[in-house]
C-alpha cells in the first residue's frame, strides 16, 4: 500500500540561544542560558513536524553536546531519514540503530517524526501514544542556590504559585543542613532531592541520614555506571532510589530493576533516544508495576510539550519535572505558552504537541539555520 508511506521531503535545523530567566545550578555548575536545535522536518504533503534537542552546550550531563547532535543529524540521520520514506514513526527509531549511541541526536528528529504523523492523520500526540490522562501533575526542580534563605524564598514562590512537589538539588557539603532548614519551615510538602552523581559510596553515612526527611525520593546520587553502588545504597536506605543518568536504554531499566538499583526511574525523552524507546520503557514498566516520571531538560515549549503527551501514559505515577513555560523563559516559542493550574497541565487537543511556533518570538534567538533537501526525490 504505497500511499501509507510518508516520504520526508526537507529537514530544516535553527540553532537557538536562549537566556534562562533564573540561572539553574547543579552539583555539576551553573547554566544562565540554554542552546539547542528546533527540528522542522516536512513531508511530501507539505505536513510540518516539529521536534527540540536537549543536550547541552558542554558534556556535564551526558557525553552529548550541541555540537556533536548537530554533527550526527548532518553527517549520519538525516540522510537515513530520507533514505526511504516510512510507515510509521517506529521505523524511524529502528533505522538509526546502524548508528551508535548518541540518543539526544536521534529523539530529536524522531519527535519531530512523530509531530508530524500525529498531525498528518490528525490525531493529538499524546492520544496516539496510548496517554490515558488528560491533565499530568508537574513539580518544579530548584537548583542550588546561594544561601538558605533564597532557597526558601524560592520554595515559597513555587508553593504559591501551585506546585505540589518540589525538588531540590543537592551535592556534598549541600544537603543535609539545608534539608534539616527546609523541613523546619515545610514539614509536610512533598520533597524529593536530586544529586546528578555527585556522590559515592563513601559518602554513605550522609546518604542514609537521608532518610530522616521523609522524601519521596533521592535522585541519582551515584555515577551513571554505578548500577552496584546504587544497589548497595538502596539496601541501606528506606527512601526509594530514583535513577535518571544511569538509565540509556530499556537493558539499563531491567538491569537497575534486577539489581535492587532503584524503585523508580525518571524517563526523559532525550537521554533514552527517543519516544519509541520511551513508551517500550513505559510498556515493561507497566508489566513490571515500576513507577516513572517524565524528567526534564530545561526544554522550550516543543520539547516540554512532547514531556507532557508522554507524562500521560498510565505508567507515570509521579509528577514530572514538567513546570510552565514561564519558570523557565521570559517568553517561550510557542503559542499558547503551557501552563499549570495547581500543579497540573492540560494535555493539548490539538494535532500532533499541540501547540504553534511562534516564529516571532524563535527569530529573536536562532544563531544559525541550516536546510537539506532530500536529494533522493
Ligand atoms: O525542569 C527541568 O526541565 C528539569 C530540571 C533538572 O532537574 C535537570 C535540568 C537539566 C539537566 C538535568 C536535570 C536533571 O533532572 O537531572
Ligand atoms: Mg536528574
Known sequence: MKNNYIQIEEVRLYRLRMNLKHPFSTSFG??????????????????????ESVAFISPWYTDETVTTVEHMMEVFLIPLLFQHPFQHPREVAKRFQVVKGNPMAKSALEGAYWDLYAKRFNQPLWELIGGVRTEVEVGVSIGIQPSITTLLKKIEHYLQEGYKRIKLK????????????????????????????????????????????????????????????????????????????????????????????????????????????????????????????CGGMLESGVGRAMNIALASLEQFRYPGDISASNRYWDTDIIEPEINHHEGKIAVNKNPGIGYTISFRDMEKHIVEKKRFKNPNL
Open 30 to 51: 551553573t547554566l544562565t542560558e540554554k542552546e539547542f536545535f528546533i527540528i522542522e522536518i516536512i513531508d511530501d504533503q507539505k505536513t510540518i513536524g516539529y521536534g
Open 170 to 293: 543537592i551535592k556534598p557539603g549541600y544537603d543535609i543542613d539545608v534539608l534539616k532548614e527546609v523541613r523546619k519551615v515545610f514539614p509536610q510538602i512533598p520533597i524529593m532531592v536530586d544529586a546528578n552523581s555527585a556522590y559515592s559510596l563513601k559518602d554513605i553515612e550522609t546518604l542514609k541520614k537521608l532518610d530522616t526527611f521523609h522524601l519521596l525520593m533521592i535522585e541519582q546520587p551515584f555515577g551513571e555506571r554505578e548500577f552496584l553502588e546504587h544497589a548497595e545504597l538502596q539496601k541501606q536506605l528506606h527512601t526509594p532510589i530514583c535513577l535518571d543518568e544511569s538509565i540509556r536504554t530499556i537493558d539499563d531499566l531491567k538491569l537497575a530493576t534486577k539489581l535492587g538499583s532503584g524503585k523508580i526511574f525518571n524517563i526523559k525523552i532525550g537521554r533514552i533516544g527517543g519516544l519509541s524507546e520511551a513508551i517500550e520503557m513505559h510498556q515493561f514498566s507497566k508489566e513490571n508495576r515500576i513507577p516513572l516520571w
